[in-house]
Protein backbone atom coordinates (compact mmCIF):
# COMPACT_ATOMS: atom_id res chain seq x y z
CA UNK A 1 0.00 0.00 0.00
CA UNK A 2 2.90 2.57 0.88
CA UNK A 3 4.63 1.60 -2.17
CA UNK A 4 1.86 2.63 -3.99
CA UNK A 5 0.80 5.98 -2.58
CA UNK A 6 4.95 6.97 -2.30
CA UNK A 7 6.53 5.16 -5.20
CA UNK A 8 9.90 7.41 -5.05
CA UNK A 9 10.08 6.93 -1.39
CA UNK A 10 13.21 5.08 -0.51
CA UNK A 11 13.17 3.82 2.99
CA UNK A 12 16.57 3.59 3.93
CA UNK A 13 17.24 6.89 2.19
CA UNK A 14 14.70 8.29 4.06
CA UNK A 15 15.90 7.04 7.75
CA UNK A 16 19.60 8.08 7.08
CA UNK A 17 17.96 11.65 6.17
CA UNK A 18 15.72 11.50 9.45
CA UNK A 19 18.87 10.45 11.39
CA UNK A 20 20.96 13.17 10.38
CA UNK A 21 18.15 15.82 10.91
CA UNK A 22 18.62 14.46 14.68
CA UNK A 23 21.92 14.25 14.68
CA UNK A 24 22.22 17.97 13.55
CA UNK A 25 19.77 19.64 15.47
CA UNK A 26 21.09 17.72 18.74
CA UNK A 27 24.55 18.30 18.10
CA UNK A 28 23.48 22.09 17.43
CA UNK A 29 21.48 22.47 20.27
CA UNK A 30 24.52 21.49 22.30
CA UNK A 31 26.74 24.09 21.18
CA UNK A 32 23.75 26.33 20.67
CA UNK A 33 22.55 25.99 24.54
CA UNK A 34 26.22 26.01 26.01
CA UNK A 35 27.51 29.38 24.03
CA UNK A 36 23.75 30.99 24.85
CA UNK A 37 24.55 31.01 28.18
CA UNK A 38 27.61 31.67 28.53
CA UNK A 39 26.57 35.02 25.77
CA UNK A 40 23.35 35.02 27.77
CA UNK A 41 24.79 35.93 30.93
CA UNK A 42 27.57 38.14 29.56
CA UNK A 43 24.85 40.24 28.27
CA UNK A 44 22.95 40.16 31.68
CA UNK A 45 26.00 40.62 34.16
CA UNK A 46 27.14 43.04 32.36
CA UNK A 47 23.69 45.46 31.83
CA UNK A 48 22.61 48.30 34.10
CA UNK A 49 22.15 47.31 37.69
CA UNK A 50 23.58 43.83 37.96
CA UNK A 51 26.83 42.22 39.06
CA UNK A 52 29.22 43.33 36.36
CA UNK A 53 27.86 46.49 35.52
CA UNK A 54 29.80 47.94 32.17
CA UNK A 55 28.29 49.52 29.80
CA UNK A 56 30.72 49.14 27.42
CA UNK A 57 31.29 45.75 27.34
CA UNK A 58 27.69 45.17 27.67
CA UNK A 59 27.08 47.65 24.19
CA UNK A 60 30.44 45.11 22.39
CA UNK A 61 28.68 41.94 23.26
CA UNK A 62 24.76 43.22 22.35
CA UNK A 63 26.54 44.51 18.86
CA UNK A 64 28.07 41.02 18.16
CA UNK A 65 24.76 39.35 19.07
CA UNK A 66 22.38 41.38 16.95
CA UNK A 67 24.98 41.65 14.38
CA UNK A 68 24.60 37.33 13.76
CA UNK A 69 21.22 37.91 14.56
CA UNK A 70 20.96 40.48 11.44
CA UNK A 71 22.37 37.94 8.65
CA UNK A 72 20.12 35.56 6.65
CA UNK A 73 21.15 31.85 7.59
CA UNK A 74 21.77 30.57 3.72
CA UNK A 75 24.20 33.93 3.70
CA UNK A 76 25.68 33.21 6.95
CA UNK A 77 26.52 29.38 6.42
CA UNK A 78 28.29 30.77 2.95
CA UNK A 79 30.55 33.12 4.68
CA UNK A 80 31.46 30.48 7.19
CA UNK A 81 32.89 28.27 4.57
CA UNK A 82 36.33 29.48 4.83
CA UNK A 83 36.20 29.45 8.43
CA UNK A 84 34.91 25.67 8.53
CA UNK A 85 37.16 24.45 6.54
CA UNK A 86 39.76 25.51 8.60
CA UNK A 87 38.08 23.98 11.48
CA UNK A 88 37.30 20.97 10.02
CA UNK A 89 38.98 20.31 6.55
CA UNK A 90 36.04 20.45 4.29
CA UNK A 91 32.72 22.32 4.11
CA UNK A 92 30.76 19.73 3.22
CA UNK A 93 29.07 17.11 5.28
CA UNK A 94 26.89 17.12 8.70
CA UNK A 95 29.70 18.22 10.77
CA UNK A 96 30.22 20.82 8.12
CA UNK A 97 27.22 22.45 8.75
CA UNK A 98 27.70 22.77 12.87
CA UNK A 99 29.61 25.86 12.66
CA UNK A 100 26.97 27.82 11.25
CA UNK A 101 24.42 26.37 12.68
CA UNK A 102 25.95 26.85 16.33
CA UNK A 103 26.90 30.16 15.26
CA UNK A 104 23.62 31.59 13.39
CA UNK A 105 21.31 30.25 16.83
CA UNK A 106 23.77 30.84 19.63
CA UNK A 107 22.95 34.81 19.78
CA UNK A 108 18.95 33.99 19.50
CA UNK A 109 19.25 31.59 22.09
CA UNK A 110 21.24 33.90 23.97
CA UNK A 111 18.89 37.17 23.75
CA UNK A 112 16.04 33.89 25.32
CA UNK A 113 18.45 33.47 28.31
CA UNK A 114 19.33 37.42 28.89
CA UNK A 115 15.14 37.55 29.28
CA UNK A 116 15.14 34.36 31.37
CA UNK A 117 17.45 35.94 33.98
CA UNK A 118 16.16 39.09 34.33
CA UNK A 119 13.00 37.56 35.14
CA UNK A 120 15.06 36.34 37.91
CA UNK A 121 13.30 38.27 41.55
CA UNK A 122 15.84 40.53 42.37
CA UNK A 123 15.79 40.58 45.99
CA UNK A 124 16.44 36.39 45.81
CA UNK A 125 19.75 37.44 44.37
CA UNK A 126 20.01 40.38 47.24
CA UNK A 127 19.83 37.64 49.48
CA UNK A 128 21.96 35.21 48.43
CA UNK A 129 24.61 38.89 48.57
CA UNK A 130 23.00 39.28 52.34
CA UNK A 131 24.43 35.63 53.11
CA UNK A 132 28.34 36.45 51.50
CA UNK A 133 27.72 34.27 48.50
CA UNK A 134 30.28 34.66 45.22
CA UNK A 135 29.32 35.89 42.45
CA UNK A 136 29.80 32.35 41.10
CA UNK A 137 27.83 30.78 43.73
CA UNK A 138 25.03 33.50 42.41
CA UNK A 139 25.32 32.21 39.05
CA UNK A 140 25.72 28.62 39.37
CA UNK A 141 23.15 28.24 42.57
CA UNK A 142 20.68 31.29 42.14
CA UNK A 143 20.60 32.61 38.07
CA UNK A 144 20.70 29.14 36.29
CA UNK A 145 18.66 27.70 38.78
CA UNK A 146 16.05 30.12 39.05
CA UNK A 147 15.91 30.73 35.53
CA UNK A 148 15.48 27.13 34.37
CA UNK A 149 12.36 26.68 32.83
CA UNK A 150 12.89 30.03 31.06
CA UNK A 151 15.98 28.38 29.91
CA UNK A 152 14.27 25.23 28.42
CA UNK A 153 11.45 26.63 26.89
CA UNK A 154 13.63 28.94 25.53
CA UNK A 155 16.19 25.81 23.76
CA UNK A 156 13.01 23.97 22.53
CA UNK A 157 12.01 27.27 20.54
CA UNK A 158 15.60 27.32 19.25
CA UNK A 159 15.58 23.75 18.38
CA UNK A 160 12.87 24.33 16.06
CA UNK A 161 14.28 26.93 14.62
CA UNK A 162 17.65 24.63 14.17
CA UNK A 163 15.40 22.17 12.62
CA UNK A 164 14.44 24.58 9.99
CA UNK A 165 18.21 26.07 9.80
CA UNK A 166 19.50 22.12 9.30
CA UNK A 167 17.02 22.16 5.86
CA UNK A 168 18.74 25.55 4.92
CA UNK A 169 22.50 23.77 5.45
CA UNK A 170 21.15 21.57 2.49
CA UNK A 171 23.23 23.76 -0.10
CA UNK A 172 26.48 22.68 1.66
CA UNK A 173 25.60 18.93 1.14
CA UNK A 174 24.53 18.74 4.81
CA UNK A 175 22.27 16.21 4.20
CA UNK A 176 18.70 15.74 6.42
CA UNK A 177 15.50 16.03 5.44
CA UNK A 178 14.91 19.14 4.20
CA UNK A 179 17.96 18.96 1.74
CA UNK A 180 16.46 14.97 0.75
CA UNK A 181 12.98 16.97 0.18
CA UNK A 182 14.58 19.46 -2.14
CA UNK A 183 17.10 17.47 -4.34
CA UNK A 184 15.40 13.95 -4.19
CA UNK A 185 11.48 15.52 -3.85
CA UNK A 186 11.32 18.96 -5.39
CA UNK A 187 14.09 18.96 -7.92
CA UNK A 188 13.27 15.45 -9.35
CA UNK A 189 9.15 16.43 -9.75
CA UNK A 190 8.49 13.44 -7.07
CA UNK A 191 5.88 15.34 -4.38
CA UNK A 192 5.63 11.58 -2.46
CA UNK A 193 9.07 12.42 -1.29
CA UNK A 194 8.44 16.40 -0.50
CA UNK A 195 5.21 15.38 1.38
CA UNK A 196 6.59 12.97 3.42
CA UNK A 197 9.73 14.44 4.08
CA UNK A 198 7.40 17.09 5.80
CA UNK A 199 5.62 14.96 8.16
CA UNK A 200 7.95 13.45 9.22
CA UNK A 201 9.76 17.29 9.58
CA UNK A 202 6.58 18.40 11.28
CA UNK A 203 6.61 15.20 13.78
CA UNK A 204 10.07 16.04 15.02
CA UNK A 205 8.83 19.11 15.33
CA UNK A 206 6.29 18.24 17.84
CA UNK A 207 8.43 15.71 19.47
CA UNK A 208 10.73 18.31 20.46
CA UNK A 209 7.79 20.69 21.47
CA UNK A 210 6.41 17.84 23.61
CA UNK A 211 9.93 17.03 25.21
CA UNK A 212 10.48 20.48 26.10
CA UNK A 213 7.33 21.31 27.05
CA UNK A 214 7.43 18.39 30.00
CA UNK A 215 10.74 19.32 31.07
CA UNK A 216 9.54 22.92 31.91
CA UNK A 217 6.23 22.01 33.60
CA UNK A 218 8.55 19.21 36.14
CA UNK A 219 10.89 22.12 36.85
CA UNK A 220 8.50 24.70 37.63
CA UNK A 221 7.91 24.62 41.04
CA UNK A 222 6.22 28.53 41.40
CA UNK B 1 27.86 46.17 69.89
CA UNK B 2 27.32 47.79 66.92
CA UNK B 3 27.82 51.92 65.99
CA UNK B 4 26.92 53.73 63.38
CA UNK B 5 28.70 57.07 63.02
CA UNK B 6 28.06 59.64 60.48
CA UNK B 7 26.83 57.42 58.16
CA UNK B 8 25.55 59.26 54.93
CA UNK B 9 24.38 57.67 51.63
CA UNK B 10 23.52 59.91 48.53
CA UNK B 11 21.64 58.07 45.50
CA UNK B 12 21.77 60.16 42.22
CA UNK B 13 18.78 60.01 40.79
CA UNK B 14 17.97 61.81 36.83
CA UNK B 15 21.24 63.51 37.88
CA UNK B 16 19.29 65.18 40.88
CA UNK B 17 21.13 64.22 44.20
CA UNK B 18 19.11 62.58 46.91
CA UNK B 19 20.82 61.78 50.55
CA UNK B 20 18.49 58.82 51.89
CA UNK B 21 20.64 58.76 55.11
CA UNK B 22 22.19 61.63 56.26
CA UNK B 23 24.96 61.61 58.76
CA UNK B 24 22.88 59.56 61.04
CA UNK B 25 24.80 57.93 64.19
CA UNK B 26 23.43 55.15 66.35
CA UNK B 27 24.89 53.27 68.97
CA UNK B 28 22.85 49.19 69.70
CA UNK B 29 23.74 47.52 72.39
CA UNK B 30 24.34 43.29 72.18
CA UNK B 31 21.09 41.63 72.85
CA UNK B 32 18.62 44.28 72.44
CA UNK B 33 15.74 44.60 70.08
CA UNK B 34 16.10 47.70 68.14
CA UNK B 35 13.46 48.89 65.97
CA UNK B 36 13.42 52.10 63.72
CA UNK B 37 10.00 53.27 62.46
CA UNK B 38 9.35 55.48 60.04
CA UNK B 39 7.09 56.22 56.75
CA UNK B 40 8.44 55.30 53.50
CA UNK B 41 11.12 57.14 52.00
CA UNK B 42 12.14 58.04 54.83
CA UNK B 43 15.39 56.23 54.75
CA UNK B 44 15.12 53.14 57.16
CA UNK B 45 15.17 50.99 54.26
CA UNK B 46 18.91 52.09 52.86
CA UNK B 47 20.29 52.56 56.73
CA UNK B 48 19.47 48.79 57.04
CA UNK B 49 21.10 47.89 53.85
CA UNK B 50 23.75 49.86 54.46
CA UNK B 51 24.96 47.92 57.69
CA UNK B 52 25.61 44.82 55.67
CA UNK B 53 26.33 46.79 53.04
CA UNK B 54 24.28 45.73 50.05
CA UNK B 55 24.49 49.84 49.38
CA UNK B 56 27.87 50.89 49.84
CA UNK B 57 27.79 54.14 51.94
CA UNK B 58 28.73 57.79 50.62
CA UNK B 59 30.50 58.16 53.78
CA UNK B 60 30.54 57.62 57.69
CA UNK B 61 31.23 53.79 58.93
CA UNK B 62 29.66 51.09 60.67
CA UNK B 63 31.59 48.81 63.35
CA UNK B 64 29.69 45.72 64.36
CA UNK B 65 31.36 44.02 67.55
CA UNK B 66 35.14 44.85 66.60
CA UNK B 67 35.17 44.90 62.74
CA UNK B 68 34.47 47.95 61.32
CA UNK B 69 32.22 46.78 58.36
CA UNK B 70 32.56 49.69 55.88
CA UNK B 71 36.67 49.14 55.86
CA UNK B 72 36.34 45.35 54.66
CA UNK B 73 37.68 44.68 51.47
CA UNK B 74 35.54 42.12 48.86
CA UNK B 75 36.37 39.15 50.33
CA UNK B 76 36.64 40.03 54.33
CA UNK B 77 32.89 41.18 54.02
CA UNK B 78 31.44 38.42 52.49
CA UNK B 79 33.10 36.43 55.55
CA UNK B 80 31.49 39.24 58.06
CA UNK B 81 28.24 39.11 56.05
CA UNK B 82 28.35 35.41 57.03
CA UNK B 83 27.80 36.35 61.15
CA UNK B 84 24.88 39.18 59.88
CA UNK B 85 21.71 37.41 59.10
CA UNK B 86 18.61 38.85 56.78
CA UNK B 87 15.07 38.46 56.42
CA UNK B 88 13.23 40.50 53.83
CA UNK B 89 9.75 42.01 53.45
CA UNK B 90 9.30 39.67 50.72
CA UNK B 91 10.95 36.66 52.35
CA UNK B 92 12.91 36.02 48.85
CA UNK B 93 13.37 32.39 48.88
CA UNK B 94 14.68 30.50 46.07
CA UNK B 95 11.72 29.40 44.83
CA UNK B 96 13.54 26.43 42.64
CA UNK B 97 14.39 24.69 46.33
CA UNK B 98 12.63 22.91 48.79
CA UNK B 99 12.42 24.46 52.07
CA UNK B 100 15.29 22.10 53.74
CA UNK B 101 17.03 23.03 50.77
CA UNK B 102 16.58 26.76 51.08
CA UNK B 103 18.06 26.74 54.72
CA UNK B 104 21.11 24.89 53.39
CA UNK B 105 22.17 27.57 50.87
CA UNK B 106 23.60 29.87 53.57
CA UNK B 107 25.38 26.61 54.90
CA UNK B 108 26.74 25.55 51.31
CA UNK B 109 27.73 29.11 51.02
CA UNK B 110 30.20 29.19 53.77
CA UNK B 111 31.17 25.76 52.91
CA UNK B 112 29.78 23.30 55.51
CA UNK B 113 30.01 20.02 54.78
CA UNK B 114 26.74 18.00 53.92
CA UNK B 115 26.56 15.86 56.30
CA UNK B 116 26.94 18.60 59.24
CA UNK B 117 24.55 20.49 56.92
CA UNK B 118 21.41 18.62 57.18
CA UNK B 119 22.04 17.96 60.54
CA UNK B 120 22.20 22.23 61.28
CA UNK B 121 19.06 22.06 59.18
CA UNK B 122 17.18 19.74 61.25
CA UNK B 123 17.92 22.01 64.11
CA UNK B 124 16.75 25.04 62.64
CA UNK B 125 13.63 23.56 61.11
CA UNK B 126 12.72 22.31 64.80
CA UNK B 127 13.03 25.60 66.02
CA UNK B 128 11.15 27.86 63.51
CA UNK B 129 8.64 25.16 63.83
CA UNK B 130 8.44 23.90 60.74
CA UNK B 131 9.36 20.02 60.93
CA UNK B 132 6.67 18.12 58.61
CA UNK B 133 7.48 20.69 55.65
CA UNK B 134 11.02 20.03 54.98
CA UNK B 135 10.07 18.57 51.50
CA UNK B 136 8.01 21.67 50.50
CA UNK B 137 8.46 24.35 48.24
CA UNK B 138 8.06 27.74 49.32
CA UNK B 139 4.94 27.95 46.43
CA UNK B 140 3.11 25.48 48.87
CA UNK B 141 3.69 27.38 51.77
CA UNK B 142 1.68 30.48 53.36
CA UNK B 143 3.43 34.11 53.95
CA UNK B 144 4.29 33.03 57.79
CA UNK B 145 5.46 29.84 56.91
CA UNK B 146 7.83 31.43 54.09
CA UNK B 147 9.19 34.04 56.67
CA UNK B 148 9.70 31.05 58.88
CA UNK B 149 12.04 29.49 56.35
CA UNK B 150 13.65 33.24 55.68
CA UNK B 151 14.35 33.33 59.66
CA UNK B 152 15.94 29.91 59.71
CA UNK B 153 17.96 30.30 56.85
CA UNK B 154 19.20 33.58 58.30
CA UNK B 155 20.37 31.71 62.02
CA UNK B 156 21.93 29.29 59.76
CA UNK B 157 25.31 30.38 60.20
CA UNK B 158 24.92 31.81 64.02
CA UNK B 159 25.04 35.08 63.17
CA UNK B 160 25.67 37.91 65.97
CA UNK B 161 22.99 40.09 64.08
CA UNK B 162 19.88 39.83 62.46
CA UNK B 163 18.72 42.26 59.95
CA UNK B 164 14.77 42.54 59.99
CA UNK B 165 13.85 44.78 56.44
CA UNK B 166 10.02 45.01 57.14
CA UNK B 167 9.39 41.61 58.07
CA UNK B 168 6.27 41.56 58.82
CA UNK B 169 4.48 44.05 56.41
CA UNK B 170 3.19 41.39 53.84
CA UNK B 171 1.92 38.95 56.65
CA UNK B 172 -1.94 39.92 57.75
CA UNK B 173 -2.28 40.53 61.83
CA UNK B 174 -2.39 37.01 63.20
CA UNK B 175 0.72 35.65 61.27
CA UNK B 176 2.83 39.06 61.98
CA UNK B 177 2.08 38.54 65.90
CA UNK B 178 3.50 34.84 65.37
CA UNK B 179 6.35 36.05 63.57
CA UNK B 180 7.49 38.88 66.30
CA UNK B 181 6.36 35.84 69.23
CA UNK B 182 9.35 33.70 67.20
CA UNK B 183 12.20 36.67 66.79
CA UNK B 184 11.82 37.56 70.85
CA UNK B 185 12.17 33.32 71.49
CA UNK B 186 15.14 33.22 69.27
CA UNK B 187 16.67 37.17 70.68
CA UNK B 188 16.07 35.80 74.10
CA UNK B 189 17.04 31.96 73.13
CA UNK B 190 20.24 32.91 71.36
CA UNK B 191 21.05 36.32 72.52
CA UNK B 192 20.95 37.99 69.20
CA UNK B 193 21.03 41.09 68.28
CA UNK B 194 18.40 42.01 66.25
CA UNK B 195 17.70 45.50 64.02
CA UNK B 196 14.24 45.46 62.97
CA UNK B 197 12.66 48.46 60.46
CA UNK B 198 9.21 48.68 60.08
CA UNK B 199 6.32 51.21 59.34
CA UNK B 200 4.17 50.03 61.90
CA UNK B 201 3.76 50.99 65.10
CA UNK B 202 2.59 47.45 66.58
CA UNK B 203 5.65 45.84 65.94
CA UNK B 204 7.80 48.56 67.86
CA UNK B 205 5.56 48.44 70.69
CA UNK B 206 5.53 44.20 70.68
CA UNK B 207 8.90 43.60 71.03
CA UNK B 208 11.19 46.02 70.54
CA UNK B 209 13.58 47.59 73.69
CA UNK B 210 13.98 50.60 71.91
CA UNK B 211 12.96 52.41 69.15
CA UNK B 212 14.55 55.11 66.89
CA UNK B 213 12.05 57.52 64.70
CA UNK B 214 13.33 58.46 61.00
CA UNK B 215 12.43 61.20 58.85
CA UNK B 216 13.98 62.44 56.21
CA UNK B 217 17.57 60.21 56.52
CA UNK B 218 17.75 61.72 60.02
CA UNK B 219 16.90 59.92 63.42
CA UNK B 220 14.49 62.58 64.80
CA UNK B 221 13.56 60.78 68.31
CA UNK B 222 15.24 57.61 69.93
CA UNK B 223 14.90 55.67 73.17
CA UNK B 224 12.95 53.21 75.59
CA UNK B 225 10.32 52.20 73.40
CA UNK B 226 8.22 53.14 77.01
CA UNK B 227 9.38 56.46 76.85
CA UNK B 228 8.82 57.23 73.08
CA UNK B 229 5.10 56.29 73.57
CA UNK B 230 4.23 58.24 76.88
CA UNK B 231 5.99 61.74 75.81
CA UNK B 232 6.26 61.36 71.83
CA UNK B 233 8.31 64.58 71.32
CA UNK B 234 8.53 65.11 67.20
CA UNK B 235 5.08 64.80 65.34
CA UNK B 236 6.02 61.97 63.33
CA UNK B 237 6.45 60.55 66.76
CA UNK B 238 3.28 61.53 67.64
CA UNK B 239 1.50 60.24 64.76
CA UNK B 240 3.00 57.07 65.07
CA UNK B 241 2.05 57.13 68.63
CA UNK B 242 -1.77 57.65 67.69
CA UNK B 243 -1.76 54.69 65.38
CA UNK B 244 -1.94 52.28 68.00
CA UNK B 245 -3.13 54.53 70.97
CA UNK B 246 -6.09 56.19 68.70
CA UNK B 247 -6.54 59.72 68.82
CA UNK B 248 -7.98 60.49 72.02
CA UNK B 249 -7.94 64.65 72.17
CA UNK B 250 -10.85 64.19 69.43
CA UNK B 251 -13.71 63.69 70.87
CA UNK B 252 -12.99 64.99 74.54
CA UNK B 253 -15.10 68.25 74.25
CA UNK B 254 -18.57 66.36 73.81
CA UNK B 255 -17.25 63.75 76.99
CA UNK B 256 -17.03 66.51 78.98
CA UNK B 257 -20.24 68.27 77.95
CA UNK B 258 -22.22 64.68 78.97
CA UNK B 259 -20.52 64.04 82.09
CA UNK B 260 -20.88 67.41 83.78
CA UNK B 261 -21.22 66.34 87.44
CA UNK B 262 -18.48 65.18 90.02
CA UNK B 263 -15.28 65.79 88.24
CA UNK B 264 -13.64 64.27 84.68
CA UNK B 265 -10.04 63.07 85.72
CA UNK B 266 -7.42 61.17 83.22
CA UNK B 267 -5.28 58.80 84.63
CA UNK B 268 -1.71 57.61 82.79
CA UNK B 269 -0.66 54.63 83.42
CA UNK B 270 3.52 54.00 83.05
CA UNK B 271 4.91 50.67 83.03
CA UNK B 272 4.04 48.16 85.44
CA UNK B 273 1.68 50.04 87.20
CA UNK B 274 -1.53 48.99 85.03
CA UNK B 275 -1.60 45.76 86.69
CA UNK B 276 -2.77 47.73 90.25
CA UNK B 277 -6.21 47.61 90.88
CA UNK B 278 -6.50 50.91 90.76
CA UNK B 279 -10.41 51.28 90.09
CA UNK B 280 -11.56 48.76 92.47
CA UNK B 281 -9.27 49.79 95.15
CA UNK B 282 -10.49 53.60 95.15
CA UNK B 283 -14.01 52.84 95.36
CA UNK B 284 -13.76 50.28 98.16
CA UNK B 285 -11.44 52.85 99.92
CA UNK B 286 -13.36 56.18 99.39
CA UNK B 287 -17.04 56.94 99.21
CA UNK B 288 -17.07 57.83 95.21
CA UNK B 289 -18.40 56.24 92.34
CA UNK B 290 -15.99 55.64 89.27
CA UNK B 291 -17.37 56.02 85.24
CA UNK B 292 -14.98 54.35 82.82
CA UNK B 293 -15.26 56.79 79.75
CA UNK B 294 -12.92 56.39 77.29
CA UNK B 295 -9.22 54.43 77.78
CA UNK B 296 -6.75 52.15 76.19
CA UNK B 297 -3.88 50.04 78.18
CA UNK B 298 -1.05 49.12 75.59
CA UNK B 299 1.12 45.93 76.56
CA UNK B 300 4.81 46.52 75.52
CA UNK B 301 7.72 44.47 76.85
CA UNK B 302 8.43 46.88 79.77
CA UNK B 303 4.96 46.44 81.26
CA UNK B 304 1.43 48.15 80.48
CA UNK B 305 0.75 51.43 79.54
CA UNK B 306 -1.90 53.97 79.24
CA UNK B 307 -4.87 56.46 80.04
CA UNK B 308 -8.20 56.08 81.55
CA UNK B 309 -10.37 59.11 80.67
CA UNK B 310 -12.90 58.32 84.20
CA UNK B 311 -15.45 60.37 85.43
CA UNK B 312 -15.30 60.80 89.79
CA UNK B 313 -18.98 61.16 91.54
CA UNK B 314 -18.92 62.27 94.93
CA UNK B 315 -18.30 64.95 97.49
CA UNK B 316 -15.90 67.22 96.52
CA UNK B 317 -13.73 66.53 98.91
CA UNK B 318 -14.01 63.22 99.53
CA UNK B 319 -12.92 62.82 95.44
CA UNK B 320 -10.33 65.49 96.09
CA UNK B 321 -8.82 62.96 98.79
CA UNK B 322 -9.27 60.29 96.18
CA UNK B 323 -7.10 62.31 93.60
CA UNK B 324 -4.56 62.93 95.95
CA UNK B 325 -4.42 59.37 97.13
CA UNK B 326 -3.62 58.17 93.51
CA UNK B 327 -1.01 60.99 93.33
CA UNK B 328 0.99 59.85 96.36
CA UNK B 329 0.05 56.09 96.94
CA UNK B 330 0.69 55.30 93.11
CA UNK B 331 3.06 55.77 90.28
CA UNK B 332 -0.23 57.00 88.12
CA UNK B 333 -0.16 60.40 86.73
CA UNK B 334 -3.38 62.13 87.15
CA UNK B 335 -4.87 65.14 85.10
CA UNK B 336 -7.79 66.57 86.10
CA UNK B 337 -9.95 67.39 82.65
CA UNK B 338 -12.97 69.40 84.66
CA UNK B 339 -15.25 70.22 87.38
CA UNK B 340 -18.71 70.30 87.89
Known amino acids: MLKELFPNVVLEDLLVATGETFYMTLLALVGTVIFGIILGLLLYLTSNGNLWKNKGFNYIIAAVVNIFRAIPFIILILLLIPFTTFLLGTFRGSNAALPALIIGSAPFYARLVEIGLREVDKGVIEAAQSMGAKTKTIIFKVLLPESMPALVSGATVTAIALIGYTAVAGVIGAGGLGDFAYYYGFVRRDFDVVFVCTVLIIIIVFIFQFIGDMITKKLDKR | ?340
Request: proline share 2%; aromatic share 4%; net charge negative.
Open chain 2, 1 to 340: MISIKGLTKKFLIQHKEITAVDDLSLTIKKGEIFGVIGYSGAGKSTLIRLINRLEEPTSGSVIIGDKEITNLRKGELRNARQNIGMIFQHFNLLWSRTVSENISFPLEIAGVPKDEREKRVQELIQLVGLAGRENAYPSQLSGGQKQRVGIARALANDPKVLLCDEATSALDPETTNSILDLLVDINERLGLTIILITHEMHVIQKICNRVAVMENGKIVEQGEVIDVFLKPKHSVTKKFVEQVMGNEEGDLTEIIDDHSAGKLVRLHFIGETANQALISTISKQFNIEVNILQGKINQTKLGAYGTLTVQILGEIEEIDRTITFIKEETSIEVEVLAHA
